[in-house]
């Protein structure tokens, strides 16, 4: 049913802008969606962007009724780095947040292939950065942001994580990543093996790495891990962090062992793999039984970070 609507390999270098039409079927959240009957107040701004870039957007989902700083999701959208806006998959997100009274801030990053890399991950430490100023007007706690991002945001998520610790900051509490999309590489047993099924199989793959990296540098030994984190030599002094990844997907492997290195590098790491999970199986199929663990082990992690 989902192939006939989009084939795993829809994502090509002529059809990105095609793909980037909303899915029908498919409404982008509204602000009055975004609210949950009130209990969150929904607010746009914008702060400074990468030195010589353009300002960065953030959408904010702000508990209503919250009397201190909040603990606050630093969402970072999917979308293979080619598709996709602030909006496209905050509603999943808000379901973690809600019951925990969380406030949601999601990044509007630069797409590619107009904007290759580094755009994308400066745009999102960018507006990490700024959150985390304890004079910022969103009133989000500065010491318990966590950063998430599913496929390509999990990526950014990542990456931001590096560079937060290169950099010398802002702390992040923890990293949240479903099903991230970490190497450019493109040639794990699972994107072998997946092709031509699924979502996003690895020819679509291939066609968002070449868009942020560039043809002539994916897959090459130049690429920085703040592009692809599963290029990072070195895992150790990153935030506690959650993966989980179905097991009939692409990026199966390439997370598998991200997981594993980063518990060699001595981190502190959680790796749930879903029995026939395809890429998204949570958000396309949220009641399955599969899916339903994967939500309820993300929220049980979240909870488990603000108790810390």
Not at 40 to 46: A, C, H, I, N, W
Not at 207 to 229: H, K, M
Not at 249 to 256: I, P
Request: proline residues 10%; charged residues 20%; hydrophobic residues 40%.
């Amino acid at each position: 049913m989902l192939t006939s609507i989009r084939p795993p390999d829809a994502y090509r270098p002529d059809t990105i802008v095609e793909m980037r039409r909303a899915v029908p079927g498919v409404p982008t959240p509204t602000d009055d969606v975004l609210s949950r009957d009130g209990a969150y107040l929904v607010r746009e701004r914008t702060v400074p962007g990468p030195d010589g870039d353009p300002d960065v957007a953030l959408l904010a989902c702000l508990p209503r009724h919250a009397r201190t700083p909040v603990p606050a999701i630093y969402f970072i959208h999917g979308g293979g780095m080619i598709v996709g806006n602030n909006r496209f998959g905050l509603p999943e997100v808000l379901d973690l947040a809600e019951p925990l009274g969380m406030a949601v801030v999601s990044v509007e990053y630069r797409l590619a292939p107009e904007t290759p890399h580094p755009g994308p991950v400066e745009d999102s430490y960018a507006g990490l950065r700024r959150l985390s100023e304890p004079a910022d007007e969103l009133d989000v706690d500065p010491g318990r942001i966590v950063v998430a991002g599913m496929s390509a945001g999990g990526g950014l998520a990542a990456a931001v994580a590096l560079m937060a610790r290169d950099r010398g900051g802002p702390t992040i509490a923890g990293q949240l990543l479903p099903s991230p999309m970490l190497d450019d590489r493109n040639d794990s047993p699972s994107a072998r093996q997946m092709r031509g099924a699924g979502i996003w199989d690895n020819r679509s793959n291939e066609t968002g790495w070449n868009a942020l990296l560039g043809e002539a540098v994916r897959g090459g030994p130049e690429v920085s891990p703040y592009a692809a984190p599963a290029r990072a030599e070195d895992l150790s002094g990153l935030p506690p962090t959650f993966i989980d990844v179905g097991s009939a997907e692409t990026f199966r492997d390439e997370d598998v062992a991200f997981a594993s290195r980063l518990w060699q590098a001595g981190g502190r790491g959680e790796l749930h793999v879903g029995p026939g999970g395809f890429h998204g199986f949570d958000v396309v199929a949220p009641s399955a039984a599969v899916s339903r663990d994967a939500i309820a082990a993300r929220a049980a992690w979240l909870h488990r970070q603000l108790g810390r």
